[in-house]
């Protein structure tokens, strides 16, 4: 069992600007290496901001230039403001470290979060992040008038959502019944230790997402606690509902290395460098990622 020790960073007038919390971040992340402080989760919101993982395309960032930071996590672009509960688990992990499991630890943890309030979520495989699950395709509405059959955002690689419409707004898939995803995901592993993290979708003006295609997903959308629930639901309500969750999974984790998948007859000799970038959605023991989408 491993501490795990929460700093509640600023929330509401007192949002943490997103340059201030990745250097604080950075800070943290050197202490932890160096064993000066014990695994560690900051928690926060930020005033609204657009990030960029590496994997991010020019085609999905804001049409209008609005300014982005680029940062050094995994997966593409997303959006973080207020209403949005932000966690930055800065943890210590066996090397070489297993991505997978950390990123599947913090989803557990968020949707027992969600199942707390009544909202039931689930993993959409090779996506990660926590998904409120749609109607089956045969029982969805059409969009636009037309049938789903022919959802020219499954037949076009090019179709762009933010240039066709409100119906298709990742806002507005709650009402269209599709998969919308409730929190994002995103991670770098630096030295062994975990940096980045998550963001649940507490009660956020959500049209934010509209600007951008997030997590590079065009055929779903995005939802917060507020809207599957109907009512207002707060940051302050879920703050510890979170930490709880996120003790209970982190604290008591059996953690152990990931697992190096050799050809028959190499020797199994200690693995020499950490791994350079690994998709959530991969399965363990392929080519590896310092970073975890949010996808």
Not at 199 to 210: E, I, M, Q, R, S
Request: charged share 30%.
């Amino acid at each position: 069992m491993s501490e795990l020790r929460f700093v509640r960073l600023g929330f509401g007038d007192e949002a943490v600007e997103y340059q201030e919390a990745w250097q604080k971040q950075r800070e943290v992340h050197a202490a932890r290496f160096e064993d000066l402080v014990p695994d560690t989760c900051l928690l926060l919101e930020h005033p609204p901001v657009y990030t960029a993982g590496r994997r991010t395309a020019d085609s999905e960032r804001p049409l209008d230039g609005t300014p982005v930071i680029d940062v050094d996590r995994g997966g593409k672009i997303t959006w973080h403001g207020p209403g949005q509960l932000v966690g930055y688990p800065i943890q210590k992990l066996p090397r070489p470290v297993d991505v997978v499991a950390h990123v599947r630890r913090l989803e557990d943890a968020l949707i027992r979060t969600a199942a707390d309030f009544g909202v039931e979520t689930s993993r959409v495989e090779g996506r990660s992040g926590v998904w409120v699950l749609g109607d089956p395709v045969e029982q969805r509405q059409a969009l636009g008038g037309l049938s789903l059959d022919f959802d020219p955002r499954l037949q076009d690689e090019e179709f762009d959502p933010r240039l066709n419409g409100p119906e298709y707004a990742p806002s507005n898939a709650g009402q269209r019944r599709e998969d919308r995803k409730l929190a994002a995901i995103g991670i770098r592993v630096a030295k062994g230790v975990t940096m980045h993290g998550f963001a649940l979708n507490v009660n956020p003006d959500n049209t934010w997402f509209d600007r951008i295609v997030p997590c590079g997903i065009r055929d779903a959308g995005v939802t917060s606690l507020s809207n599957e629930l109907g009512r207002e639901i707060t940051i302050e309500e879920v703050l510890p509902v979170a930490e709880k969750h996120l003790r209970d999974i982190l604290e008591n984790a059996e953690l152990a290395p990931r697992v190096i998948e050799r050809p028959a007859g190499q020797s199994a000799g200690r693995a020499t460098e950490e791994p350079v970038e690994q998709p959530a959605g991969q399965p363990v023991g392929q080519p590896k990622a310092a970073a975890a989408a949010p996808a």
